[in-house]
């Protein structure tokens, strides 16, 4: 599953066209209604609209950092298990969690097999997502961040990447979902 010698894969487009760092430039403002996107849910193989959540329930978008199938960030990989380790949390307090990664639809199935994930995993390998959400780039892959929506669709809690502070806890985006009460 998670080796450190294996990089087959990782040269690819998607590579190069986020090869040089930019940081996160989000500037979406708390209240506001976020971007819409249509991606493949990779999990069951649906198509994800994120407004058909609106109005229905709270969503967690966690954009993650993923090489290749074989090749996890070492910030995101603990976070993406923590997610699924703890997504019926989400799940009992109405909150879908859609993850997002750049990998490409035969690498995501990969993952999903190999990490055996119970939330929705959804494919960007043209990284327009992540664009929409501007949370930056470095090395190959976009950078992850969390975005808490409440059931109408806007902006509640946003965490974007830092060396410092990588990715929000668990503890802390269910805490965001209690305090704005989706």
């Known amino acids: 599953m998670l ?8 040269l690819n487009q ?7 760092p930019f940081p996160a430039t ?10 819409d996107f249509q991606l493949p849910d990779i999990t069951n193989g649906t198509l994800i609209r994120l407004s058909d959540y609106k109005g229905k329930q709270p ?7 993923i090489f290749t199938e074989k090749q996890y960030c070492p910030f995101c990989f603990p976070h993406i298990k923590a997610l699924n380790e703890n997504y019926e949390q989400f799940q009992r307090r109405g909150i ?23 939330m929705p995993l959804l494919s960007d390998p043209s990284c ?9 780039q470095a090395l190959g892959a976009p950078l992850p961040a969390q975005f808490v929506l409440d059931k109408e669709g806007k902006l509640r809690y946003r965490h974007l990447f830092s060396f ?10 269910l805490e965001q979902y209690s305090i704005v009460n989706c």
């Open 26 to 35: 989000n500037i979406l403002r708390l209240g506001e209604v976020t971007p």
């Open 14 to 20: 998607r590579f190069f066209r986020n090869f040089f």
């Open 3 to 10: 080796t450190s010698t294996d990089f087959s894969g990782l």
């Open 96 to 118: 879908e969690v859609l993850m997002i990664t750049s990998t490409d639809k035969r690498q995501s199935q990969i993952v999903v097999r190999d990490l055996k994930l119970k």
């Open 164 to 173: 410092l502070d990588h990715n929000a806890s668990i503890e802390k985006l």
């Open 59 to 65: 969503v967690l978008l966690a954009f993650t950092r």
């Open 128 to 136: 327009r997502t992540f664009h929409a959400y501007e949370v930056g």
